[in-house]
């Protein structure tokens, strides 16, 4: 099909992009519906940003279409495309003061002086920095520019607004705060929003929908729930829920479960008991106190092979079995129902 398309909101078409052997995006396909807000998760070179920046029209693809609200926009320059763009390092104009950076697309778009003033005061408003309007970038804190950089991206009205890693330079004890805040503005503006992350937790607590990718593909997509509760593959266990993935031999050995299927269980499914017997399977090998949930990793060998596995367990501190330390021989367990089970 060529020219309009039917499906609004964002949606990329089979979009692939190799630089030289790497093949950056293969066959990369989703769909972000008007007014939602998708963010892409992968492991660090998985392609997130490529995928971004093809939205943006900063890449072209080798093959394949993006399209916005039904218009095929690949080979519409960025500047033509109606996105916004939030940079992971937020590239303000460092000679401007907070005003002129916000004033920047209206400007640029023609917008005459008074309601420019008017829209760039509502814009700092929203994201909680009316007051800050003659302060030069440098006299800010990351999350207060990173909030800048939003507003100037939202002040030129786009369709799109595009935020690669936006929390990346906010200082780790405001980046809850600061992603909270991103959401409510979020629902507040109701811009189509694509999102960038390697970070699971941030991803699964803002997104309508999580597009998880590996080595340039994309392997599932759907909502935080979704994705969770159904993951498409052992990789997505492993990434979004740190699931213990064993085969077969070692679910046997370990979960004393009989079993065709590689499982996964999430380590909060994973209950431990300390047993007297030093022919136990598995051994503590860390313990990791939290206030709610403490960690413990255990470690067995498989007889058979040889091989080493490790089994993480989220237990209840408040239920925290006793004589769980290091070099405790235990038993590990987990309800059938709690199993995901994948034919690999
Ligand atoms: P992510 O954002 O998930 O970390 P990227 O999209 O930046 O991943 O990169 C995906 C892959 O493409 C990586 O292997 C990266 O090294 C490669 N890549 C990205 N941009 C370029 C480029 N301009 N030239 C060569 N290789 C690139």
Redesign the pocket.
């Known amino acids: 099909m060529t020219g309009a398309d039917p499906i609004e909101g964002l949606r990329l078409d089979r979009v692939s992009r190799r630089?030289?052997t790497?093949a950056?995006l293969r066959d990369v396909s989703f769909h972000v519906p008007p007014c939602a807000l998708a963010v892409i998760v992968?492991?660090?070179?998985?392609?997130?940003?490529?995928?971004l920046?093809t939205v943006a029209g900063f890449e072209s693809p080798d093959a394949g279409r993006v399209l916005l609200d039904g218009l095929d926009v690949t080979r519409v320059p960025p500047e033509r495309r109606s996105a916004a763009m939030v940079f992971q390092h937020y590239a303000l104009f460092p000679n401007l003061d907070v005003a002129g950076n916000v004033a920047y697309g209206p400007r640029v778009q023609g917008v005459e002086a008074a309601p420019r003033a008017t829209l760039v005061r509502e814009m700092l408003e929203l994201v909680g920095l009316a007051g800050l309007d003659l302060r030069r970038p440098h006299e800010l804190s990351g999350g207060q520019q990173q909030r800048v950089a939003l507003a100037r991206a939202l002040a030129a009205r786009p369709k799109l607004l595009l935020l690669d890693e936006p929390l990346s330079n906010v200082d780790p004890s405001l980046r809850r705060d600061t992603r909270t805040r991103l959401r409510t503005l979020h629902e507040a503006r109701g811009v189509t929003t694509l999102w960038?992350t390697?970070d699971r937790e941030e991803a699964l607590a803002v997104a309508d929908i999580v597009i998880v990718?590996r080595a340039?593909e994309v392997v599932q997509s759907g909502s935080p729930r979704e994705v969770c509760e159904s993951p498409a593959t052992t990789f997505v266990a492993e990434f979004l829920l740190d699931a213990n993935v064993l085969p077969p031999s070692a679910a046997k050995a370990f979960l004393s479960l009989a079993t065709d299927e590689v499982v996964a269980a999430r380590p909060d499914h994973v209950g431990l008991e300390r047993i007297a017997d030093d022919s136990a399977p598995l051994r503590v090998v860390t313990v990791a106190y939290g206030p709610v949930r403490t960690e413990v990793v255990c470690e067995g060998v498989l007889a058979a092979s040889g091989e080493t596995f490790r089994v993480r367990s989220h237990v209840d501190t408040d239920a925290l079995p006793p004589g769980l330390r290091a070099g405790a021989p235990v038993r590990a367990f987990v309800r059938p129902a709690d199993l995901l089970r994948f034919r690999r």
């Open positions: 630089f030289g790497t950056a992968g492991p660090s070179g998985c392609g997130k940003s490529t995928a920046r960038v390697h990718m340039g």
